[in-house]
């Protein structure tokens, strides 16, 4: 088993305070059967979102850097 299949199955039991009309609303959206499903299916999503937002800056960063968008010469002066 690789570490991320790994980290995938691990759980913890939290109790949480719940808006029940939006867990409602989630579960229905998502397709899920269960309030455990509708809240991990909703942290997968929210945190590959944010991994890919963070994927798309970076390579956009990478493409500057590459097409010479960042003056580093310029910033080794200011050390000086």
Not at 16 to 31: I, S
Not at 49 to 57: K, L, N
């Amino acid at each position: 088993m690789d570490l991320q299949s790994f980290r995938e199955g691990m759980m913890a039991k939290t109790l949480l305070d719940v808006d029940q009309d939006l867990l409602a609303e989630a579960t229905a959206a998502l397709g899920t059967a269960t309030d455990t499903d509708t809240v991990n299916t909703a942290l997968r999503l929210v945190v590959g979102q944010s991994r890919a937002r963070r994927e798309r800056a970076l390579a956009e960063l990478q493409a500057i850097a590459d097409e010479g968008g960042f003056d580093f010469e310029g910033l080794s002066k200011l050390d000086q």
